[in-house]
């Protein structure tokens, strides 16, 4: 148990600090496991010129194999972002070396995504992942679905590249499937509806009320019941740029 503890401190020092902001951009990312230590993970990652990299990602399963495997991929994620290659070239490396050096019985999801501050524009690649979800300003909802499959599946699979603009106070949602399938007694699962109307109900907050907001939500729903699976949320909010 003592050993499990170590681990998760380890793993929670390889997330960043939660909240990150900058000219035209805040974020605020948060994961809890299901145990003591799980598979998904989040990351923020400033790149030159005022860039910004925002990624979820869920290993299948639980526990200790799943942790490992998420330290392994982050740790090459991380690599592959210092070679400055486009989302989806990235995406198509990375899902290689999960194809070498993960068992064959894993596989893992993944949204990658390079934000521009200055313009709104966000670059991104879905491996298999949930569907982030935008929240616009006129209370519409954008599902973010273009890439490919999961990593790890096939050595050969290749990735589409999508496309999107955010306006000024417009928030993106990006998270794993322990949100949407957290169950009630009566097995009902959150669901993304329960997540966009979650959204929606606080989206004037700022990010660190609002992500802090959702999880209560998926608790109330969960209620007594035990999370089943791990949680991450990373949640990007456009700011508009105010000219000196």
Known sequence: KNDLEIAREIQQAMLPGGLYSAPGVETFGLSRPANTVGGDFYDILPLEYGRLVVTVGD??????????????????????????????????????????????????????????????????????????????????????????????????????????????????????????????????????????????ANRTEPVTSMGSAIVRAVEQHSADTRLADDLTILLLRRLAIVAA
């Open 59 to 200: 290993v299948a399963g639980k526990g200790s194999p799943a942790a490992l495997l998420m330290a392994l991929l982050l740790a090459m994620l991380r690599t592959l972002v210092d070679e400055k290659l486009e989302p989806a070239e990235l995406i198509t490396r990375l899902n290689v070396q999960v194809c070498r050096h993960a068992p064959g019985s894993r596989f893992i999801t993944l949204f990658y995504a390079v934000y521009e501050p200055l313009t709104g524009e966000m670059t991104y690649v879905s491996a298999g992942h949930t569907p982030p979800l935008l929240i616009r300003a006129d209370g519409g909802c954008t599902r973010l679905t273009e890439g490919g499959i999961a990593l790890g599946m096939f050595d050969h699979s290749t990735y589409k590249t999508g496309q999107l603009t955010i306006q000024p106070d417009e928030v993106l949602a990006i998270y794993s499937d322990g949100v949407t399938e957290a169950e009630n007694a009566a097995g009902r699962p959150f669901d993304e509806e329960g997540l966009e109307n979650a959204l929606k």
